[in-house]
């Protein structure tokens, strides 16, 4: 039982951080249709980024490490904010309208230019943080095994609410979010009511693009090693996750990673840890098979 | 036929026969297409039963259907292949046949004369759909680069190449010129005439409909609410009602009661 | 003028302000844990290079031309590429390195065709083709090992290893929409790289298989220079065996079949067209031709590891099929030679090469998005050739 709590801790954690790189999948494939392969990526550069900036604030600017977080906190989501625009700019946006695969093809590219980019820059090797937020409190104990909730985990699950509550507040409440879902539903009437459809893909991305980073902030502080491979694992996964709550439902994204953190969890737990990536993506597997709509996505009637 | 809480269709039964047009009819949303989507199996019928001639279509999934049953069906928004020509478009539909004489590819693969002429054969069957339909000249053309009048024909053209005995037509006309509508209407007529096939017809324009039909089914909220020859049909009190509503027939322009009374 | 300009030195602030952490900062190790160091000149040349290559771009029109050539001309473009490729080994230039590549190009223009009859044909996007090359590759690898057999009898019965996998796999998922299976291949092929990774007693694990037998010839053994002109030729032969599978496949009813399920899955379905069977051996066909392809990579290497089946090879095939041009079998050709033998030449740029591979397959895509050729040629005609 306690050993369970503990696995359940650590997998809703997890699944936070997978549910915010999900909500980027989930909100681009609605908007554009497209898988945004990229994404993964933007994950990757918000962990190399808050590294940087958490070591640049407190090594050259003499911050403490709060403080260090918070400026962290700020500059991984601005930069990984600009790296989503650029990206949909430069390698999505012209293709638009071109044939199914071209932007898909483009986006794999685009995975590639930035896995590259960091390892050029950054070098290969892993870049190892030591813990920077320390403690927690024990739960329940039984015998020497303790049930730990760690301020770490408790300022992740936090953050992760927060934001989503916010961004929840935006869809559903701001014309911002209004605008977001008619071009959701119809993207060319959308345009002809008057909404600048470019405007609201770019910004989808900036947003989707934001999350993830504060997901890469977070798997620094929580693995406390990165490299620059860590995306694409890290991407399909959060994709399982969309497509598990159903992709372009925001709830699902959310629930899907949670999901997707607990069985990882779980799996690693109980049965073995080297074969916890093929338990989720079996689990996408079935999901597929018996609902493809996922939990919470509507299923579509097929129109002949 | 139910789509969640709501009936789409519901005891809807009539006949349809061999070198006769059937006209399904009713206004927008009365279930005609729902209707054609379970006779092909599109949509499996959330109960009853469809027969074709003693087979039951409920349990055949939608390519047996075409296949054992044969019941061929054109679509409301034309579905061809369109980065295929007018040709291979009739190709694909002699696929059962074709697939069986090359031996599930072995016998084409090695080039065999049996093959070699089975496809020859195809050919022609295909070339004579053609002629029928006047789309001979373009058989190397792609079918996406038709006019929308003829890539209905070449829909039309392709159902047929499948040798069906029940042709299904979902709204045929719609979209085409009054010039291209009379050609298509001929071309009707002409089938009924020379070809051992029933045919059902799904149509809003009535000059089309009355022109045509030996038969005419009226639905109106999912279920039948008449059915007659065509002159049968143009007076029945219940047709008239569902087509104008409850209202005064004096309180609608001249133009819209014509219509529908024509 | 004034206005490019304008554009290059925004493209430039983008660039510097984008690469402003990863290129300003660097992570070194030192004593006491992780350290940053500056440089700030990187910065300054990510806005150089960018602002330059912007600039140049705005000026340059690509032409926008469509390699549209007459049918005759394709043909004898094929027959003296296979000409040239048949006499490579023995022209002037060519050294044991260049017959190496070509070698390396040939597996992968032997994969596109492959995956062209799963993508281009049948409309089926496969992320996680890499997994029959695997199978392939690990089941000549384990039969050599545990069985003795040949190269020659392992090679066919990879090949139908391999497409036993793709209907294995292909059955519970080939009902999903296009891009679900995408994801669902994607993760099949991770799933089987894991199992590589994992199964340590049956695979050897991240460690891999060596000492893999190479091929013979009715018994005759190799000497290392003969041998690799021997394995050219036998790629050679198994690349345009695939290809003269994948032509003749497409003009049958089954091939015509895969066409018209890309095009309309509804239609065909109501034409008596049993999409299942067709979508899996559409995939199995593929999965075969990936199959031969890997007990042929892993008689060349001579070892392999599960090093060598990660996502990125799927990724690179499939950017061949898709710059290719979907369904132009030349198509193919120019792509693997692009993508893989230039990549090739750079081999002490290790890191560069990847990125400029990734450029190239963004800007191309951007250039040219139906890929470089892209006609398509009907498989039967009812009048004469024009």
């Given at each position: 039982?306690?050993?369970?709590?503990?696995?359940?801790?650590?997998?809703?954690?997890?699944?936070?951080?997978?549910?915010?790189?999900?909500?980027?999948?989930?909100?681009?494939?609605?908007?554009?249709?497209?898988?945004?392969?990229?994404?993964?990526?933007?994950?990757?550069?918000g962990?190399?980024?808050?590294?940087?900036?958490?070591?640049a604030?407190?090594?050259?600017?003499?911050?403490?490490?709060?403080l260090?977080?918070?400026?962290?906190?700020v500059?991984?989501?601005g930069?990984?904010?600009?790296?989503?625009w650029?990206?949909?700019r430069?390698?999505?946006?012209r293709?638009?309208?071109?044939?199914?695969?071209?932007?898909?093809?483009?986006?794999?590219?685009?995975?590639v230019?930035?896995?590259?980019?960091?390892q050029?820059?950054?070098?290969?090797?892993?870049?190892?943080?030591?813990?920077?937020?320390?403690?927690?409190?024990?739960?329940?104990?039984?015998?020497?095994?303790?049930?730990?909730?760690?301020?770490?985990?408790?300022?992740i699950?936090?953050?992760?609410?927060?934001?989503?509550?916010g961004?929840?507040?935006?869809?559903t409440?701001t014309?911002?979010?209004?605008?977001?879902?008619?071009?959701?539903?119809?993207?060319?009437?959308?345009?002809?009511?008057?909404?600048?459809?470019?405007r609201?893909?770019?910004?989808?991305?900036?947003?989707?693009?934001?999350?993830?980073?504060?997901?890469?902030?977070?798997?620094?502080?929580?693995?406390?090693?990165?490299d620059f491979?860590?995306?694409?694992?890290a991407?399909?996964?959060?994709?399982t996750a969309?497509?598990?709550?159903?992709?372009?439902?925001?709830?699902?994204a959310m629930?899907?990673?949670?999901?997707?953190?607990?069985?990882e969890?779980?799996?690693?737990?109980?049965?073995?840890?080297?074969?916890k990536?093929?338990?989720?993506?079996s689990?996408?597997?079935l999901?597929?098979?018996?609902?493809?709509?996922?939990?919470?996505?509507?299923?579509?009637?097929?129109?002949? | 036929m139910?789509?969640?809480?709501?009936?789409?269709?519901?005891?809807?039964?009539?006949?349809?026969?061999p070198?006769q047009?059937?006209?399904?009819?009713?206004?927008?949303?009365?279930?005609?297409?729902?209707?054609?989507?379970?006779?092909t199996?599109f949509?499996?019928?959330?109960?009853?039963?469809?027969?074709l001639?003693?087979?039951?279509?409920?349990?055949?999934?939608?390519?047996?259907?075409?296949?054992?049953?044969r019941?061929?069906?054109?679509?409301?928004n034309?579905?061809?292949?369109?980065?295929?020509t007018?040709?291979?478009?009739?190709?694909?539909a002699?696929?059962?046949p074709?697939?069986?004489?090359?031996?599930?590819?072995?016998?084409?693969?090695?080039?065999?004369?049996?093959?070699?002429?089975?496809?020859?054969?195809?050919?022609?069957?295909?070339?004579?759909?053609?002629?029928?339909?006047?789309?001979?000249?373009?058989?190397?053309?792609?079918?996406?680069?038709?006019p929308?009048?003829?890539?209905?024909?070449?829909?039309?053209?392709?159902?047929?190449?499948?040798?069906?005995?029940l042709l299904?037509?979902?709204?045929?006309a719609?979209?085409?010129?009054?010039?291209?509508?009379?050609?298509?209407?001929?071309?009707?007529?002409?089938?009924?005439?020379?070809?051992?096939?029933?045919?059902?017809?799904?149509?809003?324009?009535?000059?089309?409909?009355?022109?045509?039909?030996?038969?005419?089914?009226?639905?109106?909220?999912?279920?039948?609410?008449?059915?007659?020859?065509?002159?049968?049909?143009k007076?029945d009190?219940?047709?008239?009602?569902?087509?104008?509503?409850?209202?005064?027939?004096?309180?609608?322009?001249?133009?819209?009661?014509?219509?529908?009374?024509? | 003028?004034?206005?490019?300009?304008?554009?290059?030195?925004?493209?430039?602030?983008?660039?510097?302000?984008l690469?402003?952490?990863?290129?300003?900062?660097?992570?070194?190790d030192?004593?006491?844990?992780?350290?940053?160091?500056?440089r700030?000149?990187?910065?300054?040349?990510?806005?150089?290079?960018?602002?330059?290559?912007?600039?140049v771009?705005?000026?340059?029109?690509?032409?926008?031309?469509q390699?549209?050539?007459?049918?005759?001309?394709r043909?004898?473009?094929g027959l003296?590429?296979?000409?040239?490729?048949?006499?490579?080994?023995?022209?002037?230039?060519?050294?044991?390195?260049?017959?190496?590549?070509?070698?390396?190009?040939?597996?992968?223009?032997?994969?596109?065709?492959?995956?062209?009859?799963?993508?281009g044909l049948?409309?089926?996007?496969?992320?996680?083709?890499?997994a029959?090359?695997?199978?392939?590759?690990?089941?000549?690898?384990?039969?050599?090992?545990?069985?003795?057999?040949?190269?020659?009898?392992?090679?066919?019965?990879?090949?139908?290893?391999?497409?036993?996998?793709?209907?294995?796999?292909g059955?519970?998922?080939?009902?999903?929409?296009?891009?679900y299976?995408?994801?669902?291949?994607?993760?099949?092929?991770?799933?089987?790289?894991?199992?590589?990774?994992?199964w340590?007693?049956?695979?050897?694990g991240?460690?891999g298989?060596?000492?893999?037998?190479?091929?013979?010839?009715?018994?005759?053994?190799?000497?290392?220079?003969?041998r690799?002109?021997?394995?050219?030729?036998?790629i050679l032969?198994?690349?345009?065996?695939?290809?003269?599978?994948?032509?003749?496949l497409?003009?049958?009813p089954?091939?015509?079949?895969?066409?018209?399920?890309?095009?309309?899955?509804?239609?065909?379905?109501?034409?008596?067209?049993?999409?299942?069977l067709?979508?899996?051996?559409?995939?199995?066909?593929?999965?075969m031709?990936?199959?031969?392809?890997?007990?042929?990579?892993?008689?060349?290497?001579?070892?392999?590891?599960?090093?060598?089946f990660?996502f990125?090879?799927?990724?690179v095939?499939?950017?061949?099929?898709?710059l290719g041009?979907?369904?132009s079998?030349?198509?193919?050709?120019?792509?693997?030679?692009?993508?893989?033998?230039?990549?090739?030449?750079?081999?002490?740029?290790?890191?560069?090469?990847?990125?400029?591979?990734?450029?190239?397959?963004?800007?191309?895509?951007?250039?040219?998005?139906?890929?470089?050729?892209?006609?398509?040629?009907?498989?039967?005609?009812?009048g004469?050739?024009?």
């Open positions: 039982m306690e050993y369970f709590l503990q696995q359940v801790i650590n997998g809703v954690t997890l699944g936070g951080i997978y549910g915010l790189i999900a909500i980027g999948y989930t909100m681009v494939y609605g908007i554009i249709g497209m898988i945004n392969f990229a994404h993964g990526e933007v994950y990757m550069l962990a190399f980024t808050a590294l940087i900036a958490f070591l604030a407190t090594l050259l600017g003499g911050a403490d490490s709060a260090g977080l918070a400026i962290a906190l500059a991984t989501m930069f990984t904010a600009l790296w989503g650029a990206i949909e430069v390698a999505y946006r293709l638009r309208k071109a044939p199914r695969l071209a932007p898909l093809i483009s986006a794999i590219g685009m995975s230019v930035l896995q590259n980019f960091v050029v820059t950054q070098g290969a090797r892993v870049k190892p943080l030591p813990p920077v937020v320390h403690g927690g409190f024990t739960l329940m104990q039984a015998g020497t095994f303790k049930v730990d909730l760690s301020w770490l985990q408790i300022g699950l936090l953050l992760t609410l927060a934001l989503m509550a961004f929840t507040w935006v869809i409440k014309p911002l979010g209004r605008a977001q879902r008619a071009t959701q539903q119809d993207a060319k009437m959308a345009a002809l009511l008057g909404i600048d459809v470019d609201v893909i770019s910004t989808t991305f900036v947003i989707g693009a934001a999350l993830a980073g504060v997901a890469g902030l977070m798997v620094t502080l929580y693995y406390g090693v990165i491979y860590i995306g694409f694992l991407g399909i996964k959060a994709f969309a497509v598990l709550g159903g992709i372009g439902s925001l709830p699902g629930l899907g990673g949670l999901l997707i953190g607990l069985i969890a779980l799996w690693s737990g109980y049965f073995s840890i080297e074969y990536d093929i338990a989720a993506f689990v996408l597997i999901v597929l098979l018996f609902r493809p709509s996922g939990l919470l996505g509507r299923p579509d009637v097929e129109k002949v | 139910r789509f969640g809480g709501l009936t789409a269709i519901a005891g809807v039964s009539f006949q349809a026969h070198n047009i059937t006209a399904i009819i009713g206004p927008n949303g009365a279930g005609k297409t729902t209707l054609f989507n379970c006779l199996g949509y499996r019928p959330s109960a009853g039963r469809i027969t001639n003693g087979l039951p279509l409920e349990r055949l999934a939608d390519h047996q259907i075409a296949r054992q049953a019941i061929a069906r054109t679509f409301q034309i579905r061809l292949f369109p980065m295929m007018v040709l291979e478009n009739l190709m694909v002699r696929h059962a074709l697939m069986k004489a090359s031996l599930f590819s072995v016998a084409g693969l090695l080039g065999l004369k049996r093959y070699r002429d089975a496809e020859a054969d195809a050919i022609e069957v295909a070339r004579r759909w053609l002629d029928r339909f006047d789309l001979t000249a373009f058989a190397d053309t792609e079918a996406g680069a038709l929308h009048g003829k890539q209905r024909h070449l829909e039309i053209a392709r159902a047929l190449c499948t040798d069906p005995v299904c037509l979902d709204e045929p719609a979209g085409l010129n009054p010039r291209e509508t009379a050609e298509l209407t001929e071309r009707l007529a002409d089938l009924r005439r020379t070809d051992d096939i029933a045919m059902l017809l799904i149509e809003h324009d009535m000059s089309v409909v009355m022109g045509v039909s030996d038969h005419i089914v009226v639905l109106d909220h999912g279920r039948k609410i008449a059915e007659g020859s065509p002159f049968e049909i007076r009190p219940a047709v008239i009602r569902a087509y104008l509503g409850e209202t005064d027939d004096e309180a609608l322009p001249p133009d819209v009661a014509g219509d529908v009374a024509c | 003028m004034l206005a490019r300009l304008k554009s290059a030195l925004l493209a430039g602030l983008a660039a510097a302000l690469g402003l952490p990863l290129l300003g900062f660097r992570l070194t030192s004593a006491t844990g992780l350290s940053l160091a500056l700030p000149w990187w910065v300054a040349a990510a806005f150089g290079v960018v602002m330059a290559g912007r600039f771009m705005d000026g340059l029109r690509l032409p926008d031309i390699f549209q050539a007459p049918h005759d001309i043909r004898q473009a003296g590429l296979t000409l040239f490729a048949a006499l490579l080994p023995l022209l002037p230039f060519a050294g044991r390195n260049v017959v190496d590549m070509a070698t390396m190009v040939l597996i992968y223009v032997m994969l596109g065709w492959g995956l062209n009859i799963v993508v049948a409309g089926l996007l496969d992320l996680g083709f890499v029959f090359y695997a199978v392939g590759a690990y089941s000549y690898a384990l039969f050599a090992q545990y069985f003795h057999l040949s190269f020659w009898i392992c090679l066919p019965l990879a090949g139908m290893l391999a497409a036993l996998f793709g209907l294995v796999l059955f519970p998922v080939l009902r999903l929409r296009g891009d299976l995408a994801i669902v291949t994607l993760g099949f092929g991770e799933m089987i790289r894991q199992v590589l990774l994992n340590q007693s049956l695979t050897g991240p460690r298989l060596s000492g893999i037998p190479r091929p013979t010839l009715f018994g005759v053994t190799f000497t290392p220079e003969a690799v002109i021997f394995l050219y030729y036998v032969g198994l690349a345009l065996m695939v290809n003269l599978l994948a032509l003749r497409r003009r049958l089954i091939g015509r079949a895969w066409e018209a399920l890309r095009e309309d899955e509804i239609a065909c379905r109501s034409l008596g067209l049993n999409p299942t067709l979508k899996l051996s559409a995939f199995a066909t593929g999965a031709c990936a199959g031969l392809a890997g007990s042929f990579f892993a008689t060349r290497q001579g070892f392999i590891s599960p090093e060598s990660t990125m090879e799927s990724a095939i499939l950017a061949i099929v898709v041009g979907m369904g079998q030349i198509g193919i050709v120019l792509a693997a030679v692009l993508l893989v033998g230039l990549p090739e030449w750079f081999r002490e740029f290790q890191q560069y090469r990847m990125l400029a591979f990734g450029i190239v397959m963004v800007l191309i895509m951007l250039w040219r998005p139906s890929g470089l050729l892209s006609a398509r040629a009907p498989s039967i005609r009812l004469p050739a024009p």
